[in-house]
Nanobody, 122 residues
Framework: QVQVVESGGGLVQAGGSLRLSCTAS????????MGWFRQAPGKEREGVSC????????YYADSVKGRFTISRDNAKNTLYLQMNSLKLEDTAMYYC???????????????WGQGTQVTVSS
């Protein structure tokens, strides 16, 4: 059974930083593209960042380029999202997703996590 579990969300002031983590089990992690999506209240879910199965290719939404960094540690079956210079508009539920196998992109995902809330305050 595949499980995708996010952690690291919370409340942070604008300009601050958070690091999200996502651990996936029940799949061959190093063959899956992994990504982060987010959904704010009243808005559609959007792709934030994606990293290919090998780690050699990354994608960032324009709204987070230069502020967010995606990375993966295949030895730990863990995906990370370092979020710096957070803005009010980054407030959303953040979801981790996995797409297999040997994919370069993250959509459509094969598996989703339950999400972790990020709230940026002024």
């Amino acid at each position: 059974q595949v499980q995708v579990v996010e952690s690291g969300g919370g409340l942070v002031q604008a300009g601050g930083s958070l690091r999200l983590s996502c651990t996936a089990s029940g799949l061959t992690f190093d063959t899956y593209a992994m990504g982060w999506f987010r959904q704010a209240p009243g808005k559609e879910r959007e792709g934030v960042s994606c990293i290919s199965w090998s780690g050699g290719s990354t994608y960032y939404a324009d709204s987070v380029k230069g502020r967010f960094t995606i990375s993966r540690d295949n030895a730990k079956n863990t995906l990370y999202l370092q979020m710096n210079s957070l803005k009010l508009e980054d407030t959303a539920m953040y979801y981790c997703a996995a797409r297999g196998t040997f994919q370069l992109t993250c959509e459509p995902p094969s598996f989703w996590g339950q999400g972790t809330q990020v709230t940026v305050s002024s």
